[in-house]
């Protein structure tokens, strides 16, 4: 049989077959011990089948062994608890994946997503992220495989903006996929969760291991509504994305807005590389207003678009960024489209950008 749709993947991965009389989505599983005999499920803090479901159903979107952790900082720490000497990592990616290595016993590189990479001699572990955040750079992932192999790095690729279907970076060479399913991935802003997915089983085992002796473990309501929140992505980035052409088509030559930029827009700088290595673009673009008071004004207008950090939700957001000390202009917006209604969500913003009081 050809490969199954995204959306049919979505909504069947992970699920148990049909037993009669047993629901269509488990219930998640709350134990903390199992009477003893069975060769995975003992104590609750190493396995848990709400776990395995929705490893299972991450894992055969992103083609490899999937571990949940209990979120996107817990997976992180997983995978760069995998180097003991040196590692490399985005200058202009997730801030607190910086600050959690520095206070890590490992030296860093830092280097810039879209290259040009200085030599990887040395180096253990790189961790990229494509695209990035929130800068939105895109790194070529067959390009920085091949030269951190070379080197004889492990390449992990942090793919929480492009969600697992609409990336896929083992096939594109890497050896690990990290990601928050804080954000699009579960969706509806109302859970914290991660995962990591290796290509190998080896190194899915030392990332196990980790987790049951670190003991990031994600609740298991939180895995099951994660896995709820999974079975309507294709439907949710089908719909953001949409949102976002059409902001960008809307904002694009406006006065106030500078520097408008979305990876799945062809004039964007990222276009060419991100449409050769993305499967699909998503809601997330990103632009600047002239001043702290400009992002106000237009937040406080708006009716649709809710301030708030994170992004992917359902809900259409915005982050003035340099708030949190990323390093861009006061005015920088990261504009997350959620799934209102297109014609609703690009009049709203236009209104809320106008300069009269109509
Ligand atoms: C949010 C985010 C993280 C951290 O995830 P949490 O679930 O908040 O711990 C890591 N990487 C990227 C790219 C993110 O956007």
């Known amino acids: 049989m050809t490969e199954l749709g995204d ?9 148990p077959g049909p037993t009669p009389g047993t629901p269509l989505l488990a219930s998640p599983v709350l134990a903390t011990g199992f009477h003893a ?12 089948p709400t776990y395995r479901a929705l490893e299972s159903a991450i894992g055969a ?41 520095a206070e890590l016993p490992v030296a860093v590189v830092e280097v810039p997503t879209t290259g040009p990479w200085p030599s990887f001699d040395g180096v253990d572990l790189v961790l990229l992220e494509t695209p990035s955040n929130p800068g939105l750079d895109v790194c070529d992932i067959t390009a920085l495989a091949s030269a951190a192999h070379a080197a004889g790095a492990l390449v992990a690729v942090d793919n929480t903006t492009a969600t697992p279907i609409g990336q896929r970076p083992l096939e594109l060479g890497a050896d690990i996929v990290v990601s928050s399913d804080s954000k699009a991935l579960a969706g509806h802003s109302d859970v914290l969760l991660g995962h990591v997915t ?17 003991g990031g473990i994600p609740g298991p309501f939180e895995t099951w509504l994660a896995h709820r929140g999974l079975g309507t992505l294709d439907l949710r ?15 694009r030559g406006h006065p106030l807005v500078s520097d408008l930029r979305w990876p ?23 632009f600047t207003l002239p001043s702290i008071d400009a992002v106000e004004r ?10 708030a950090t994170s992004f992917g939700g359902l809900h259409s957001t915005a982050d003035r ?23 609703d969500l690009v009049a709203d913003v236009l209104r809320a950008l106008s300069t009269s009081d109509g």
């Open 264 to 286: 799945g827009a062809a004039r964007d700088s990222s276009y060419v590389l991100a449409a050769k290595q993305m499967r699909r673009f998503n809601g997330i673009f990103t």
């Open 298 to 307: 237009f937040l406080a207008r708006s009716e649709l678009v809710t301030a």
């Open 7 to 15: 959306g049919t993947r979505c909504v069947h991965g992970g699920l």
């Open 321 to 343: 960024r340099a708030q949190w000390g990323d390093p861009v202009p006061d005015g920088f917006l990261r504009f997350s489209a959620g799934c209102e209604d297109t014609e």
């Open 237 to 251: 980035l089908a719909r953001q994305a949409q949102n976002a052409a059409a902001l960008h088509a809307a904002l």
């Open 37 to 48: 005999g069975h060769p995975s499920y003992g104590y609750g803090r190493a396995d848990n």
């Open 198 to 214: 290796c290509r190998s089983a080896d190194v899915a085992a030392k990332v196990r291991h980790t987790r049951t002796v670190h």
């Open 61 to 101: 979107l992103d083609g490899g062994e999937c571990v949940v952790f209990a979120s996107g900082m817990a997976a992180i720490s997983a995978v760069l608890g995998l180097a003991s000497g040196k590692v490399a990592l985005p200058s202009d990616g997730y801030y607190l994946t910086r600050t959690l290595a």
